[in-house]
Every structure is written in C-alpha cells, then in structure tokens.
C-alpha cells in the first residue's frame, strides 16, 4: 500500500500499458495533492477500537448487529435456560469441519408474523469458525456460492481466506412475503469475548422496504443500524418494521420502549414463534429476538431488564 | 503478557502511521471530501486494531486494509451517508488563492477529475481509485472489492471510459498529465 510497496503479480503491468491509463494514474495521483496530510490520529483509532472490542463488534457491515465473543458453537447451544451455565462439554465437541457447520450454515428463525397481508420472517445463518486454512478456503468458496455477489459486501473480509480463521459469521436474513434480504452480518471469535451481563445490540428493518431492486429474490435491502437509545425516528405510520436485537444467553427478558413512551417487554420462555421471545440461534453465541414495531410509533430503546 | 500487548501495541502504532498519509489520498478518491477520507480511514483502522493480532500475522496486511476500507465505503454509500463527493465552494478541494493562470487551471482541472470520479458508480470509482492509484494488479483489486478479476475488468474500463470523456481530460492525458 505504501508507495514503495512491490505489487509484482503476474497481471500487473498489463494493463498499466496502456498509456492513456497511466496518465489517468498520475492525474489521480495530482488530485490528491489536494489532501492535507495532519498527523495520524492514532489515539482516537486506538480509543475506537477498544470500544468497538468493548462492544463486541469485530465488525459492522451494512446495518450490522455485530457481535464479538464466542465461547464455540456447541457451548453456546447449549447455553440455554438463561443462567448460562448449561454449556456442553468439550468432550461431546464436534471435530470435523462438517459437523462443526463451517461449509454450511446452521439456520435458526428467531422471529415471524404477518403484517401488511404478508408474513414475515428472520433467519438467521450461522457459520462456524474454520480451524485452519484449508476450512478457511473452503467456507469462502462456500459463502461465495450462498450468497450473491452484492451481499459479500461486509462478508468476506480480506481476500485472504486465512483472515477467517477462528471467526465465525452470521448473516441475518428479513424474508417478506417471496422476497428476501440478507441484511445484516456478525462475526465472533471463537474462544475470546462474547456478549455478557445487559449487553445488547439492536437494529431495526423496514419490512416495505424489501422488493425495489431486487433481480433475483435476493434483495439488497438492509437493515439499519440501530443504538440501544437510537434517536433516529422512523415513521412508524407509513412503513412496517421490525426490531431485531441480540443478547447474552443469560438475558430473561428485554424492555423495548417505543416513541410514545410505551414499552413492549419480550420474555425468554414465551412459546410459539409468532409471540417475540428471546432465543437461541443454533451455533450463534448469543441470544435474539424479533418484535414488530407497533403502527405509528417507531423504536426508541431497549435493554436487558431482567 | 503485558510485554507481549505493548509489542502489538507499538507494532500496530508503526503500521498506521505509515500507513495514514497513502490511504487517506485514497480514501480522498473514493470520498471526495477530506473530512470523510480522514473518517473513513480512522474507521478502517479501528477495525484493524480490534483484528491486530490476526492481522499482523497474515501474509500480506495490506490486502487486509484494503478490504475493510473498501467495505467501509461500501457501507457508508449504502447507508447513504452524506459525501460531499463533489468540490464545493467552500471545500479545501479548491486553493483559496491560486498562484496564478496555470494553478488556476490546474484546480479546475483536478476539480473537474474528482467531479466526474465522484459520478462514477461506487463500484466503477473504487475499481479505477485501486488500479490506477493504488496501481493494484487486477487479482489485488478482485481481492480488496471481493468480487471477480472479470468484474474489475469491466469496472476499471467502463469508469476509464467515463473519465476519458470527461472534457478536457482527454488532452490533459494525451499531454501526459497536468505540468
């Protein structure tokens, strides 16, 4: 990257050619003379980092609910019941890549309804931490097949497969009717921090904003980021939405309160999938819940409550 | 334990402050505005610190960069944050006083360059900011966009041809570039 850098691969120069394209090289490289050059700010990048480590967020891609911290696929199923000491012993882990998930996603629906005379769902895919390089070459492969090219934005992190190593990654996908959008992705390290205590991340997505670009059923539409006391209003009068939000598995119950001061209260042990609930998503490190934004208020906040 | 952190530490410090001047210029050309390049790559880096470890050990960290900056940008465009992708009035874009004829005419140009860059789609601006800025091969650009060396092909081309038309550019090019 830096200038003296070597980019010596086999198509380089190629197209470099050309001469015209060079010239647009070095009329690229006069635009940025325009750049003032101050001192990189790196206390501010290391005070940032420590607070997206802090958050768990190894990385936010479109609209992300981005959660770090995982204690291994099969001890985060088995962390159920919500004192979180349910955890599965090594001994029972998985070995091979297969059984661990890492080519194929486990898919949990954490939340469904209907709104608008259409149903509504949202899965989530989770995809186990490769071990090694090969898993790693292989899982990318696996998710370039899976999804499509404009929904690898925040997915395939590096081009060098080995970045994946020891990471595993969820997508969440909004399914409206027959369209859906892969809206938004999560990675947690295996073995490092994972989300604890009242710890919560929430987005909320439009679910009329499915449909407009879609080619293919597979949309672009995404959900939006959102803060545990988002300030951003939505109207909650003109477009269905639905909060979507993570938890550690020892949350009980999470408090939502909506634009008119009013709160919806979303319980770990609520049965059927239609009634939002806290649950686990198979192989994903924390808990979720789904809850239908009511008409004509939007989302405001919401936390652990118990 | 301590002593090992501190080593990332300083090796990290290392890594982005000689990164910083490159990737803010490129940053400037996917932006077009400084206040969003210099965002842009402090949210880059923020994630590379939180990554360091893995980072650090990986065979090229550059590529890295390159690919968390540029899904950065994409996330900014798609969340339709605000860039200010063409020079206004007030932007640092333009010298407050030019020197003379040929400064005037030179920020002209480069203000018209960043202008049609800015009007390219993401894709095609980010194919032609990293294959001729970045002067990346093909593979390194697939790599950094996430997508196919066949799909940088035609972006770099299709925003090439874009520029190319842009009046003026093309004799600034065939003059071998502004003097």
């Known amino acids: ?50 607070r997206r480590r802090t958050r768990r967020c190894a990385v936010a891609a479109v609209a992300a609910v981005v959660i770090a911290g995982s204690a291994g696929t099969l001890a985060l199923t088995g962390a159920t019941g919500g004192d979180g000491g349910q955890v599965s012993s090594a001994a029972t882990r998985p070995h091979t890549a297969q059984e661990r998930h890492v080519y194929a996603p486990q898919q949990t629906t954490v939340g469904s309804g209907r709104d608008g005379g259409k149903d509504w769902e949202v899965t989530v895919d989770v995809w186990a931490a490769p071990w090694d390089e090969a898993e790693a070459a292989r899982q990318y492969d696996a998710m370039r097949r899976t999804y499509p090219v404009r929904d690898q934005g925040g997915l395939l992190l590096g081009g060098d497969p080995s970045m994946s190593i020891g990471r595993g990654r969820f997508y969440v996908r909004v399914t409206v009717g027959d369209e859906s959008s892969m809206g938004s992705l999560g990675m947690f390290t295996e073995g490092e921090e994972r989300l604890s205590g009242k710890s919560i991340e929430v987005s909320t997505s439009s679910l009329d904003g499915l449909g407009p670009g879609s080619t293919d059923g597979k949309l672009s539409g995404t959900l939006e980021t959102g803060s545990t006391d988002s300030k951003e209003r939505r109207s909650g009068e003109t477009s269905a939405e639905i909060v979507i939000g993570t938890v550690a598995p020892t949350a009980q119950q999470v408090r939502i309160t909506w634009s008119d001061g009013t709160t919806t209260d979303v319980d770990r042990d609520t049965e059927g999938l239609d009634t939002p609930r806290i649950l686990d998503a198979q192989g994903c490190p924390d808990s979720w819940f789904v809850v239908s934004v009511p008409r004509g208020v939007s989302y405001e906040s919401a936390k652990v409550s118990k | 334990m301590g002593d090992r952190k501190q080593a990332r530490d300083a090796e990290f410090q290392s890594f982005f402050i000689g990164r910083w001047p490159r990737l803010l210029r490129t940053a400037f050309l996917l932006t077009g505005e400084q206040h969003a390049a210099e965002d842009l790559v402090q949210t880059t880096f923020e994630q590379v610190y939180v990554a360091w470890r893995r980072v650090a050990s990986a065979k090229d960290p550059d590529t890295y960069v390159r690919r968390v900056m540029i899904n950065a940008h994409a996330r900014r465009h798609r969340r339709r944050l605000k860039e200010f992708l063409a020079p206004r009035s007030d932007s640092p874009l333009v010298p407050e006083q030019p020197d003379g004829g040929d400064r005037m005419a030179q920020a002209d140009d480069r203000g018209a360059l960043l202008t049609a860059l800015s009007q390219l789609p993401r894709r095609q601006r980010e194919a032609v900011v990293l294959r001729y800025w970045e002067d990346l091969s093909e593979t390194q650009t697939a790599d950094a966009m996430g997508c196919s060396v066949g799909a940088v092909k035609s972006n770099a081309a299709k925003g090439i041809a874009k520029l190319r038309a842009l009046p003026g550019l093309a004799e600034t090019v065939t003059q071998g570039g502004w003097k």
């Open chain 1, 1 to 50: 990257m830096s200038s003296d850098q070597d980019h010596g691969t086999a198509d380089h120069g190629m197209m470099h050619g050309d001469a015209e394209s060079r010239h647009i090289g070095l009329l690229l490289a006069d635009a940025t003379d325009a750049v003032r050059i101050g001192m990189a700010p790196y206390q501010a990048v290391v005070r940032g980092g420590r």
